[in-house]
């Protein structure tokens, strides 16, 4: 076998399998030629190399992970959407909430005027109280001085 | 599901048409971009990518082809675009190092002495080998790669790069020529006479 018969069946190895005969010249070949040697051992390097690459595995979440960005890309007619219900309700509910306390609020307190006009009452009435007390020990006062005399 | 109710659903934008096509397609796709671009993540991003210029482009797939031979030319059209982006990317970012004065280039000679472990080794390996390959001429890397990473057929490959069958197998055979030249300088220890 020549350096050109070697480098042929080098190259021609990954697309038939070799014959016997034709494996035995190679190797026989290769013990003798120091360059076809080197040959041989490059291709090596470059098969193990493609080996490896074959052997490389994606990540198992792979999958989630495109169809998350095609969902994000395009638009799916057939999704099942979203009602918009529970969105609009909230504030709904929220504004009711709000008006019910202010109505409990205003029927439960009396308005203002009416509190002020009671405060007013009050105090007249005290001031009555006072005065009949202090007629009342005016009164007894006199009484104690008659008696005196 | 048949190849074309599949189009038909990916057309309509249906979503289970689309978990059929990621789940059918989605090894095919991420190994062919992996064996061009040499890193598993780049791969992963780039298969997004893909899947999302299939959906686009689905009404300009004529179906002269099958659907497999139409995603295998859309994947390594967009793999060899990024391995160019990147390249123009590590030039201009070698260009920015040196006029930040942080040449890479330099730091080796700074660096702690490393021990050379078989790992390191074999790493240094796959990046030559890598870099060899990236180095093929287009259309020689295609037919190179398509059939001896990815064990298309001389058939499928003649598909794929729109030639024909005796064109697939000069290209693979120049390839193979240079390829070992490349190697030759890159492991200089295995050199040949030849």
Known sequence: MTCKDFIRSLEERH??????????????????????????????????????SKNATPNPFISTRILQRLEAEFAFPDAPKKSPWPLLLKPVALTLALAAGLLIGTLTTRPSSETAQVENQDAAQFDELKKDLFIQEFVDEDKKISLIH | MTEAELIAGIKERQRPAFQILVDRYRDQVIKTAFYFLGDMADAEDLSQEIFIEIIQSIHDFRQTSTLKTWIYRITVNKALNMVKQRKRRGIFFRIGSLFHGDNPLNTQDFAEPVIQTDAVEKQET?????????????????????????????????????????????????????????????????????
């Open chain 1, 15 to 52: 697309d038939r399998n070799l014959t016997e005969p034709e494996r035995s010249d190679m190797d026989r070949h290769s013990q003798e030629c120091a360059s076809c040697r080197n040959q041989l051992a490059m291709m090596e390097k470059l098969g193990s190399f493609i080996a490896d």
């Open chain 2, 126 to 194: 796959r990046t030559m080998i890598q870099k060899a390959i990236d180095k093929l001429p287009e259309n020689q890397r295609i037919a190179f790669v398509l059939s001896r990473f990815d064990d298309q057929p001389y058939k499928e490959i003649a598909g794929i790069m729109n030639i024909s069958l005796p064109a697939v197998e000069s290209l693979i055979f120049r390839a193979r020529q240079n390829l070992q030249k490349q190697l030759a300088k890159s492991f200089p220890e295995y050199k040949s006479n030849l």
